[in-house]
T-cell receptor
């Protein structure tokens, strides 16, 4: 089976940098996705990692290390609108998306 | 371009009733997946359909069923509703059904079972 862990809640200050971690136990997977979900809304796609390393997309970057079973989402120059839940999901071989519990990020002024 | 659409937005039912939720994928997408999201948790996979065939099924009871139509829209049916079925039901569409394909979510249907 798959087990995905994320911190439940994080708080950061506007303009700062925050790193949201995701650890997983799975025998093999195709890729790892990050989604953002504002309260009461649908998840929106942020990033996708297949290979080890860092993928950068503007203020958001995502990192994957398959050997360590670890990923993180890095958010730079935090804005109030970044307050949301951040969901990590893996796609195990032959299976559909498996989501983690999500990390609720609060950005304070 | 229109994104994934779902109807209804909100729904209130009582225990024992049944419910049908509807989803239209992004134009050109042929795969639809359904998820259940309980407050404070990540989405849980229920079904995936591609070209009208079931391509994946999560760990949900037989009270849950779904189908996909020739225009790639989909319905999720839940029979004999329980209080625990209260959740946000999300539909996601993707071009095909492979696990490397990004899924794009609709706004969801908020189901409350009383």
């Amino acid at each position: 089976g798959q087990n995905i862990d994320q911190p439940t809640e994080m708080t950061a200050t506007e303009g700062a940098i925050v790193q949201i971690n995701c650890t997983y136990q799975t025998s093999g997977f195709n890729g790892l996705f990050w989604y953002q979900q504002h309260a009461g809304e649908a998840p929106t796609f942020l990033s996708y990692n297949v290979l080890d390393g860092l993928e950068e997309k503007g203020r958001f970057s995502s990192f994957l290390s398959r050997s360590k079973g670890y990923s993180y989402l890095l958010l730079k120059e935090l804005q109030m609108k970044d307050s949301a839940s951040y969901l990590c999901a893996v796609t195990p071989y032959g299976q559909n998306f498996v989501f983690g519990p999500g990390t609720r990020l609060s950005v304070l002024p | 371009d229109a994104g994934v659409t779902q109807s209804p937005t909100h729904l209130i039912k009582t225990r024992g009733q049944h419910v049908t939720l509807r989803c239209s994928p992004i134009s050109g997408h042929k795969s639809v997946s359904w998820y259940q999201q309980v407050l404070g948790q990540g989405p849980q996979f229920i079904f995936q359909y591609y070209e009208k065939e079931e391509r994946g099924r999560g760990n949900f009871p037989d009270r849950f069923s779904a189908r996909q139509f020739p225009n790639y829209s989909s319905e999720l049916n839940v029979n004999a509703l329980l209080l625990g079925d209260s959740a946000l039901y999300l539909c996601a569409s993707s071009l095909v059904h492979t696990s490397t394909d990004t899924q794009y979510f609709g706004p969801g249907t908020r189901l409350t079972v009383l």
